[in-house]
T-cell receptor
Framework: AQSVTQLDSHVSVSEGTPVLLRCNYSSSYSPSLFWYVQHPNKGLQLLLKYTSAATLVKGINGFEAEFKKSETSFHLTKPSAHMSDAAEYFCVVTLGGYQKVTFGTGTKLQVIP | NAGVTQTPKFRILKIGQSMTLQCTQDMNHNYMYWYRQDPGMGLKLIYYSVGAGITDKGEVPNGYNVSRSTTEDFPLRLELAAPSQTSVYFC??????????????FGEGSWLTVV
């Protein structure tokens, strides 16, 4: 069985300050992990993915995430928030070899000017 | 290359009516999915398909039907619409299940209200 927990339903940061969105997972096998972003009234867009290569993954728009097996975490970070980063972010885990896709419940990021 | 296209974008249905949400992808993906998204609930899988002619139930299939006659198309049918089906529906596709790290590509969503 696998699961994913996004620890914060809402995160609020000031423009120009760092962003940290937390994601913990559980999986019996080596998972693939993704972060997707959803802007209001839009579909989900892939930010980045981890597939057992480098543990530090760089994505679009300056986001990155680090896979930490010992902590079963895949937190999303960005050094400096921009107003356009305001959106909902989903952490997703899939099982390699048998794709059962599990979505987190999402974290809404608010960026304050 | 349009990716995943779903229609309509918005629809209001009366209780008991039926409708079909259309979905097509031009990436030659084997796998297609229908999700619904309710506020604060993440995405729930309704149905998925591993190829033309093959479909299977997801977590929340009741009240829905699907078909997959071609690789490109995966329509979702709502029979006897109920208020509980008010939601945002996303169609998605991916290349395969066997390969790790498959990216799932999403459509723009269909906002459905049942009144």
């Amino acid at each position: 069985a696998q699961s994913v927990t996004q620890l914060d339903s809402h995160v609020s940061v000031s423009e120009g300050t760092p962003v940290l969105l937390r994601c913990n997972y559980s999986s019996s096998y080596s998972p693939s992990l993704f972060w997707y972003v959803q802007h209001p009234n839009k579909g989900l867009q892939l930010l980045l993915k981890y597939t057992s290569a480098a543990t530090l993954v760089k994505g679009i728009n300056g986001f990155e995430a680090e896979f930490k097996k010992s902590e079963t975490s895949f937190h999303l970070t960005k050094p400096s928030a921009h107003m356009s980063d305001a959106a909902e972010y989903f952490c997703v885990v899939t099982l390699g070899g048998y794709q059962k896709v599990t979505f987190g419940t999402g974290t809404k990021l608010q960026v304050i000017p | 290359n349009a990716g995943v296209t779903q229609t309509p974008k918005f629809r209001i249905l009366k209780i008991g009516q039926s409708m079909t949400l259309q979905c097509t992808q031009d990436m030659n993906h084997n796998y297609m999915y229908w999700y619904r998204q309710d506020p604060g609930m993440g995405l729930k899988l309704i149905y998925y398909s591993v190829g033309a002619g093959i479909t299977d139930k997801g977590e929340v299939p009741n009240g829905y039907n699907v078909s997959r006659s071609t690789t490109e198309d995966f329509p979702l049918r709502l029979e006897l619409a109920a208020p509980s089906q008010t939601s945002v529906y996303f169609c998605a596709s991916s290349y395969s299940l066997g390969e790790t790290g498959n990216t799932i590509y999403f459509g723009e969503g269909s906002w459905l209200t049942v009144v």
